[in-house]
């Protein structure tokens, strides 16, 4: 698990295959604030008995609808990431089914 600021920032020379997982160096850790730690990687692995849920296929297939900008430095270009990511989950939490499962469960698009 990372956090969104350590994501946003994600370049690709921090990614390297490792073995069997894809490893991801981070350059600024919440616990790590003035950069004195070695960098120990976070390891994602593929989860081919679940593709709903493997983040290598997710990022293959984010790669595959967004290209890879050879020039640019970042995985996730642009501005706004932050808002962009509420936005999207916004409009997945109000829609139809979602909406009245929250409701269900006693909570709503705003309690998020």
């Given at each position: 698990?990372?956090?969104?600021?350590?994501?946003v920032s994600?370049?690709?020379?921090?990614?390297?295959?490792?073995?069997?997982?894809?490893?991801?160096?981070?350059?600024?850790?919440?616990?790590?604030?003035?950069?004195?730690?070695?960098?120990?990687?976070?390891?994602?692995?593929?989860?081919?008995?679940?593709?709903?849920?493997?983040?290598?296929?997710?990022?293959?297939?984010?790669?595959?609808?967004?290209?890879?900008?050879?020039?640019?430095?970042?995985?996730?270009?642009?501005?706004?990431?932050?808002?962009?990511?509420?936005k999207a989950?916004?409009?997945?939490?109000?829609?139809?089914?979602?909406?009245?499962?929250?409701?269900?469960?006693?909570?709503?698009?705003?309690?998020?």
């Open positions: 698990m990372a956090r969104a600021a350590n994501t994600l370049c690709y020379s921090h990614m390297e295959w490792g073995e069997d997982a894809l490893r991801v160096f981070f350059a600024h850790m919440k616990n790590d604030q003035r950069g004195t730690r070695p960098r120990d990687p976070r390891h994602i692995y593929a989860n081919p008995l679940m593709p709903a849920i493997c983040p290598i296929l997710a990022i293959g297939l984010y790669w595959l609808v967004y290209g890879v900008e050879t020039s640019a430095t970042h995985v996730f270009p642009g501005n706004d990431q932050y808002d962009r990511f509420r989950l916004r409009r997945v939490l109000e829609s139809t089914g979602m909406a009245g499962e929250l409701e269900r469960c006693g909570t709503n698009c705003d309690d998020i």
